[in-house]
């Protein structure tokens, strides 16, 4: 009955240890990389092959945000806290089950963040989701936002 598991973490928080709680970086390394610009051009770009789809102004404007002053610690504790939403999978799961939301469910292939396995999961709790797979890194509107649009506007439209 399950389907959001400490898998859906990619390669950029993989899960460890005996509770399957993902395994975090003390939190200086973690600012350190998480507020670099190499990081957060990755963020962007993943493991997408075709990086001359995305606008450079896309991370380097999100780095300089990133890096203004105060940036660093409420983006470091966001990201630590990060941890409680693996926590509350199993009740989001349960959610799922019981409920039986529609439920459009958009994932990216290049996403380095996120498991490619995890989105035909949620098919598991929700057998009539609507799942789409797309070419993108994390941030689909970077290179996606015409299919975007029209993948919710189908869905938001069959809701009426």
Same mark, same amino acid.
Request: some cysteine.
């Given at each position: 009955? +399950?389907?959001?598991?400490?898998?859906?973490?990619?390669?950029?928080?993989?899960?460890?240890?005996?509770?399957?709680? #993902?395994?975090?970086?003390?939190? +200086?390394?973690?600012?350190?990389? $998480?507020?670099?610009?190499?990081?957060?051009? #990755? +963020?962007?770009?993943?493991?997408? *092959?075709?990086?001359?789809?995305?606008? *450079?102004? @896309?991370?380097?404007?999100?780095?300089?945000?990133?890096?203004? *002053?105060?940036?660093?610690?409420?983006?470091?504790? $966001?990201? =630590?806290?990060?941890?409680?939403?693996?926590?509350? =999978?199993?009740?989001?799961?349960?959610?799922?089950? +019981?409920?039986?939301?529609?439920?459009?469910?958009?994932?990216?292939?290049?996403?380095?963040?996120?498991?490619?396995?995890?989105?035909?999961?949620?098919?598991?709790?929700? *057998?009539?989701?609507?799942?789409?797979?797309?070419?993108?890194?994390?941030?689909?509107?970077?290179?996606? /936002?015409?299919?975007?649009?029209? @993948?919710?506007?189908?869905?938001?439209? /069959?809701?009426?």
């Amino acid at each position: 009955m +399950r389907s959001l598991t400490t898998k859906a973490l990619g390669r950029t928080g993989q899960p460890g240890g005996h509770s399957g709680r #993902t395994v975090l970086p003390t939190k +200086r390394r973690c600012t350190k990389n $998480l507020l670099s610009l190499a990081t957060t051009k #990755t +963020r962007h770009i993943g493991g997408d *092959p075709k990086i001359e789809l995305y606008d *450079p102004d @896309l991370w380097t404007d999100e780095w300089a945000f990133l890096n203004a *002053p105060g940036q660093t610690q409420i983006q470091s504790d $966001l990201f =630590y806290d990060y941890r409680t939403n693996v926590d509350a =999978y199993p009740n989001w799961q349960e959610w799922l089950h +019981r409920t039986q939301p529609r439920l459009l469910v958009l994932w990216c292939r290049h996403d380095l963040s996120f498991d490619l396995g995890e989105p035909e999961r949620y098919r598991k709790d929700v *057998p009539n989701a609507q799942v789409h797979v797309l070419d993108a890194g994390h941030f689909a509107l970077d290179t996606k /936002a015409d299919e975007v649009a029209a @993948l919710v506007c189908g869905f938001m439209s /069959a809701q009426k």
